[in-house]
C-alpha cells in the first residue's frame, strides 16, 4: 500500500477552504488543480496553489451528501476541474461560476458518474 506522502493544510470546513484560497491569492499564489480521492465514504479534496515554484497543499474532506463550495468565483479557472469532478465523482460544488450539470465531459448516454 502506497502512503500518502502529499503534506497539506487541513481544512475543517469548506467556508474555510474558501478563505485559505482567497488568502492565498491575495498572496499572490496561482491555482495550479485540485486532486480528488475517493475516501472512507466520501471524498478527499486537495487544492494545489503555487508561488515561486512552492505549492502550497489545502485538504479538504467531503462528506457523502455534502457540496463543497466552489473556488471559481475567486479563480475562474477552477470551474473546469470542479465540473470535471461533478462529471467523474458526482460531486455537487456550490456556488460554480458555470455548472455544466455533470455534462462536461460526458455526453446523455455516458455512464453517470464513472469515478464514484
Request: charged residues 30%; aromatic residues 10%.
Amino acid at each position: 500500500m502506497l502512503k500518502n506522502t502529499i503534506d497539506a493544510i487541513e481544512m475543517k470546513s469548506s467556508a474555510d477552504v474558501l478563505k485559505a484560497v482567497q488568502d492565498a491569492k491575495n498572496d499572490g499564489y496561482r491555482y495550479a488543480t485540485m486532486i480528488c480521492l475517493k475516501k472512507d465514504d466520501g471524498h478527499e479534496l486537495i487544492y494545489v496553489l503555487d508561488k515561486d515554484y512552492k505549492l502550497k497543499n489545502l485538504r479538504y474532506f467531503v462528506k457523502p451528501g455534502e457540496k463543497p463550495k466552489s473556488v471559481s468565483g475567486i479563480y475562474l479557472c477552477a470551474l473546469l476541474i470542479e465540473n470535471e469532478y461533478q462529471d467523474l465523482f458526482g460531486l455537487t460544488f456550490e456556488g460554480l461560476a458555470i455548472d455544466y450539470k455533470g455534462h462536461l465531459y460526458l455526453t446523455p448516454n455516458s455512464p453517470k458518474t464513472p469515478l464514484a
